[in-house]
């Protein structure tokens, strides 16, 4: 089965580092389902904003959530935005300050945020929690109207973007490799730690299954 990739844009299009590019939509997912954050970036009267905040994926749709009261998510209702998504996974250390460098694997996606309807709200908050943490929405109290109010979501087509990608060990010039100088790769990654319970939590609650089974990455 052929890959099935984004659409490649003048703007999407990588020129420098060319063989980092990756297009395949698979990929994309991949990058996007292994981490909860985004910054979605945006131009307002002639001023660049750039807000981090959570995203998660439905299909061939990306969502992000902010709240009602923001003047600035008001007013890119319908505008172009563009929406990065990082994982950082070491430091290049090379011969020379010059090729110093990082491996990550990172999403650049551009498009038009759409102002999720409030009768669907609701049911994109929950994929958002589950998306968050598998089974966690079942567990919690029914969200009130007033919070369901104060949040917007917005979503945006998986269509116009690409993927960019760094692997492996430093790339020297070739007369530095004689120098007695260490290089190499000081790989770094996302680790999950032991659950901190919230002192503020009823006697004898213990850790639910769905925390201590959680693990990183997509979950369907």
Not at 26 to 55: H, K, W
Not at 102 to 124: C, P, W
Request: proline residues 7%; charged residues 30%; negative net charge.
């Amino acid at each position: 089965m052929p890959k099935e990739e984004l659409r490649q844009t003048p703007r999407t299009k990588l020129v420098r580092n060319h063989r980092r590019a990756e297009y395949d939509r698979e990929v994309v997912n991949d990058i996007i389902d292994a981490t909860p954050m985004c910054y979605v970036s945006y131009i307002i009267d002639g001023r660049p904003y750039l807000t981090p905040t959570f995203q998660w994926r439905d299909g061939d749709t990306i969502y992000w959530h902010g709240s009602s009261a923001s003047r600035f998510l008001r007013q890119i209702v319908g505008k172009e935005v563009c929406m990065v998504v990082t994982l950082f996974d070491g430091l290049v250390l090379a011969r020379s300050a010059f090729h110093h460098s990082a491996n990550y694997r990172s999403v650049m996606l551009f498009g038009e945020a759409t102002q999720i309807s409030d009768e669907d709200k609701d049911e994109h908050l929950k994929k958002f929690v589950d998306n968050l943490i598998p089974g966690r929405w079942e567990t919690l109290r029914p969200m009130t109207d007033q919070e369901v109010k104060a949040t917007t979501v917005f979503s945006m087509p998986i269509d116009e973007g690409s993927a960019k990608i760094r692997t492996g060990p430093p790339v020297d010039d070739d007369e530095d490799y004689e120098l007695p100088i260490w290089a190499g790769v000081l790989p770094m990654k996302q680790v999950l730690e032991a659950p901190e319970p919230d002192p503020k939590n009823l006697a004898g609650l213990e850790v639910p299954e769905h925390v201590r089974n959680f693990e990183l990455g997509k979950h369907d």
